[in-house]
Structures are given as structure tokens and as C-alpha cells.
């Protein structure tokens, strides 16, 4: 019985994902949809975004957690300062080292 407001950022999250998976949506874009969420949660929401590309929707989500985008992703874009500077299936961005290391190399940090 209480406002949606006074909720953790936690459970607000979750009520977001619930509504934008509610409709089995052929197109989904999220900004930073696991932030906030616990592990359990975390888990289960990888799980229903892996359904909904088998079922031939396509999901776009941004993150800072690469790891979580090159387990996840079939195709990767890096963007920096606005401007798209690499893109491709994440195994040929990825090749034979990991995506944390071809951002610090695109980043020159590395």
C-alpha cells in the first residue's frame, strides 16, 4: 500500500524491468538495468533478457560492467565522448584478449 516513491532504488528497478518485460516487447532499451538490483535479481533478469533475444526480440542495454556485456552480448558498440568508435559481434570486437582490455586500449590507458 505504499507509493511507488518511498521504494528502494532496488525494488524501483525491478517494477521498471517487470513492466517493460510484461509485454514480450520485440524491441527493448534499457539504460543501466542492473544497477540497483541485487544478485538473485541480477541473475534472473540476464535470464528473461537471453528469452527474449531467442525469441527474436532485440535488446539494447548500456552498461559500465563490461563483464556483464561481453558474457551477454552478441554484438558490442563502444561509444566515447558521444561518438561510436568500435562495433561488431563481441567474439571479433574481443578476438583473443577480453573487452575490459580493448577499452583501456581504446581508452590509452593500456
Do not use: N, W
Amino acid at each position: 500500500g505504499s507509493p511507488i516513491g518511498s521504494y528502494s532504488h532496488g525494488m524501483r528497478q525491478k517494477l521498471a524491468l517487470i513492466s517493460a518485460f510484461i509485454r514480450r516487447p520485440r524491441l527493448l532499451i534499457l539504460d543501466e538495468p542492473f544497477v540497483g538490483l541485487d544478485p538473485a535479481a541480477a541473475h534472473l533478469m540476464k535470464g528473461y533478457l537471453a528469452e527474449l533475444c531467442q525469441g527474436g526480440s532485440a535488446v539494447f542495454f548500456s552498461t559500465h560492467v563490461l563483464e556483464v556485456a561481453e558474457k551477454l552480448c552478441h554484438k558490442i558498440a563502444i561509444i566515447k565522448h558521444g561518438r561510436l568508435v568500435r562495433s561488431g559481434p563481441t567474439a571479433e570486437l574481443v578476438g583473443d584478449s577480453s573487452l575490459e582490455d580493448v577499452f583501456l586500449e581504446l581508452e590509452g590507458e593500456k
